[in-house]
């Protein structure tokens, strides 16, 4: 049998009616479309937490069992080496499945040798970080003789454990030394006032060239002190008579030497817009500047004071692991028993994130061009 198919004439095709939605027609069906709404929704949200899930699943399963290691770039005993053992003890909370933290101590170049480390040869699968130097990103623009490149924004950041909200860094002067103020240190014809600084790069060697050229200062400098650890003991032996040092890492090593009857006194703050409000008699480095364009200069230098203890882990580290960690990282800064641990030492806690680290390494790219210019210049003058 065969079956034969006639052409459809247009002409006799009715087009399709408009569906009438009458008041009972929509009783009818609003029910059902508020279900497949609710539905479409579920299945979204499901996907997404699965997501998250899948993705905190992996974290977990790739640092459970495994050591993570901090690197400090500095040795013992120095305001970094505090905050980098600090937040060591802790962060293991943070991260999921708990593995193991091993400090590790790399100082050589006021933090180069460990920034230069992270950068190039640690693992970058997110079981490496560390803290570094706050101006090596400013060593990192200028490119100076460090016989090290380096970009700071390829750094996977994971934030910074305080911003100097209430925290400084101070010129410190044994109270035995003939200066006792900004006034002797000015006077012609005496002699200056010996400091002992880091390599170059670190803000104990910047700081010097600083007060000599911005504010006219009589300072000399003794460097290559091979960590803040050792500049403590210079001090404390009378090889030196003053250092510029965190106001925090002398309250949590040298807790005596700022009280009443203590051995040392603070001639200058620096890294502040403000006087330190439990020093309202120590004037700022800008206020001391010779001129406007010293005092701008200052105002770029003390940039990085901004994010002054920051953590990085090395460029390229997988996105969720990087998201792991910047997560643990501001969150141990919340945690009460981090926070009762940094109030025993008397650090300053007041944590900055990943994202506020990297505008601010932008803004200080952002300085005009004249400027780095003399900032290299000052540094190089040294």
Do not use: C
Request: proline letters at 7%; zero cysteines.
């Amino acid at each position: 049998m065969s079956v034969q198919l006639s052409a459809m004439n247009p002409s006799r095709v009715r087009a399709p009616q408009a569906l009438v939605l009458t008041p009972v027609l929509a009783s009818i069906l609003a029910p059902l479309l508020t279900l497949v709404m609710l539905l479409a929704g579920a299945l979204a949200g499901s996907g997404s937490a699965s997501a998250a899930a899948g993705a905190a699943q992996a974290a977990s399963g790739f640092y459970k069992g495994r050591q993570v290691s901090v690197i400090v770039g500095y040795g013992p005993g120095g305001g970094y080496d505090t905050y980098g053992r600090l937040v060591a003890r802790h962060i293991g909370r943070y991260l999921p499945g708990q593995p193991k933290i091993v400090v590790q101590n790399m100082p050589g170049a006021g933090s180069l040798v460990a920034t230069s480390y992270l950068y190039r040869i640690a693992p970058k699968d997110g079981s490496v970080f560390g803290i570094i130097a706050r101006n090596m990103p400013l060593v990192g623009l200028l490119g100076t003789r460090q016989s090290v490149e380096f970009d700071p924004l390829r750094f996977t950041w994971l934030g910074s454990s305080t911003s100097f909200q209430n925290d400084a860094y101070v010129l410190l002067v044994r109270k035995t030394s003939a200066v006792q103020s900004i006034a002797d240190i000015r006077k012609p014809g005496v002699p200056p006032l010996v400091l002992g600084s880091t390599a170059e790069g670190a803000s104990s060697d910047a700081m010097p060239a600083v007060m000599r050229q911005l504010m006219g200062l009589n300072i000399k400098t003794i460097g290559g002190y091979a960590d803040s650890g050792r500049l403590f003991l210079a001090m404390t032996n009378g090889e030196i008579e003053a250092r510029t040092v965190g106001l925090s890492a002398v309250r949590a090593n040298r807790p005596d030497w700022l009280a009443l009857h203590g051995p040392m006194r603070i001639l200058i703050v620096f890294g502040r817009a403000t006087r330190h409000p439990d020093y309202p008699d120590v004037p700022t480095a800008r206020e001391l500047a010779n001129g406007d364009r010293e005092r701008r200069l200052i105002e770029a230098i003390e940039l990085p004071y901004k994010f002054a203890r920051p953590f990085a882990a090395p460029p390229g580290v997988p996105a969720d692991r990087a998201k792991t960690l910047q997560s643990a990282f501001m969150s141990v800064h919340g945690d009460s028993l981090f926070l009762a641990d940094a109030a025993k030492t008397g650090i300053d806690i007041s944590p900055v994130g990943a994202q506020q680290v990297r505008d601010n390494i932008r803004r200080l790219a952002q300085t005009p061009p004249e400027m780095l210019r003399a900032i290299e210049k000052l540094l190089e003058a040294r």
